[in-house]
């Protein structure tokens, strides 16, 4: 858990969230979520009629391995906003990086508990931004 003294403005922690995404992570997403569009599971409409070069992750796999490095970082049920937009695509054998960068830290006030503000980033091993997005989650108070 991170308490509001541990942090500032301009903090900023890194870490892998998924090192050589595999075709298996891929396919086992798509069997919990239940989308099992062929953009990600069939490499025969992916190539030939979609014109990849490749399936590519979903888009909510690789939110979803952000919003862990975030709970990782803040804590289990931490979390009181989290959204972003999807940027590139995310391929088999990628690697890829959330960078969570802290845009604001609020002391709390009366019961409102002390609270962060994050931007949100998940960048591929080119550097290039899969995902971007921005969260909020709540913070220990100071000892």
């Known amino acids: 858990m991170t308490a509001a003294t541990d942090l500032a403005v301009g903090t900023v922690h890194e870490v892998v969230v998924v090192d050589d995404l595999t075709r298996t992570q891929i396919v086992q997403y798509a069997g919990v979520s239940g989308d099992f569009n062929p953009l990600h599971s069939d490499e025969?409409?992916?190539t030939q009629v979609a014109g990849n070069p490749t399936v590519m992750a979903h888009g909510m796999l690789v939110m979803g391995l952000a919003g862990k490095a975030l709970t990782d970082y803040f804590g289990?049920?931490?979390?009181?906003?989290f959204g972003g937009r999807f940027k590139a695509s995310a391929?088999?054998?990628?690697?890829?990086?959330?960078?969570?960068?802290?845009t604001a830290v609020h002391p709390g006030e009366g019961s409102d508990p002390p609270s962060a503000d994050v931007d949100v980033e998940?960048?591929?091993?080119?550097?290039?931004?899969?995902?971007g997005g921005t969260a909020s989650a709540q913070l220990d108070p100071p000892a």
């Open 91 to 102: 391929w088999p054998g990628d690697t890829l990086t959330a960078r969570l960068t802290i």
């Open 44 to 46: 025969v409409y992916a």
């Open 76 to 81: 289990d049920g931490r979390l009181t906003q």
């Open 122 to 131: 998940v960048v591929n091993a080119d550097g290039v931004a899969v995902f």
